[in-house]
Every structure is written in structure tokens, then in C-alpha cells.
């Protein structure tokens, strides 16, 4: 019996230290701010981990699929103000205008190309470029704006573009490049 008590006053401390790491964490301002963008981040994580156990398709490719089907009907939400925050930072919808009204359909359609693995290397270069010169764009104007609204989660959820963005962006395409490569 004495056993089993040091086991379970081990886990139970362990436990503990958990709750106090998630208060910790959660209670974070920096966390408060990106609540949304991080949960979406936890279940498109999620679901590339399941589905890549079940399928032939790798994490990489699902978490790129899921991440772009996700942001893009996020996105189509609120289709007018999405356009005039996006045109305010990415250089593709400075060049060519209709690009930002299209971007969101853009993204879901390369996201079904990867999730179905149809043409996926052609989905995966685009997608390198999209998210390359979207991070540029953030980069720049973040230097002259930092209160810039980042509307990706939709109208619901406005927060200011950050460090976090581009970190997101990056993410997008080293996971694309690792795919390719």
C-alpha cells in the first residue's frame, strides 16, 4: 500500500505543477491578446496529428491544409473589412487589386488541393509565395504601424498584428518548404 501512496503523491505533484504552469501561462497578457489565434493554431494541430496517423499524407501537408481551410472561412466571414485590412499589408494586393477579395477562396481551394494531395506541388509553391510576401508586407508595416488590426480570425476576434503573425507566416512556409523538400 505504501507504494502506491509515493505513486500517487508523485503524480499528484506533478499535476500540481502543471495546473500552476497553465495558470502561469494563461494568465499571460501577451496570451490574453492571441487567445484566439493560438486555440486555432492547438486545433489545426490537432487535427494534422490525427490525420496523418490515418492517412498516407504527412503532418506537414495536413497542418498547411488545415491552417489555410481554417483561416480562409475565418476570413470569408467578414469578406469587406478582411479586404481593407489585407490590401493596408500584403504587396500581392497592392500589385493586383482583386487579389484580396479572392484570398480567402484562394486559400480554402489550395487547401482542399493539399488535403485531396491533387497537384499539391503547384498548391505548395503559391502558397510559398502568398505567405512570403504577406510576412514582408507585416515586417514593413509593422516598422511605420504597429496598431495595424490582424483580422485573419475573422470580425469577432480583432487584434493587432505582432511578432505572433509572422511567426504564423513563417511557420506556413517552412512547413511548405519541408513538404516540397
Known sequence: MYIFTQIKNFFQ????????????ITSHPLFQIHK??????????????????????????????????????????????????????DPLSYWFPW???????????????LILDYFAFIALVFIIIMFSTQAYGIWKIMKKEPQIPHINMGP???MPLSKLILLESGIIVLFSLLILF
Do not use: H
Open 13 to 24: 505533484k506533478w499535476i500540481n505543477k502543471g495546473k500552476a504552469l497553465y495558470v502561469k
Open 99 to 113: 487579389y484580396s477579395g479572392l484570398y480567402p477562396y484562394i486559400s480554402i481551394f489550395f487547401a482542399l488541393m
Open 36 to 89: 484566439p489565434i493560438i486555440y486555432a493554431f492547438g486545433i489545426v494541430f490537432i487535427c494534422a496529428v490525427i490525420l496523418s496517423l490515418l492517412t498516407k499524407i504527412g503532418f506537414f501537408q495536413y497542418f498547411v491544409a488545415f491552417y489555410l481551410l481554417l483561416f480562409g472561412a475565418l476570413e470569408i466571414r467578414d469578406i469587406k473589412d478582411f479586404k481593407k485590412v489585407f490590401e493596408r499589408y
Open 156 to 158: 469577432k476576434y480583432k
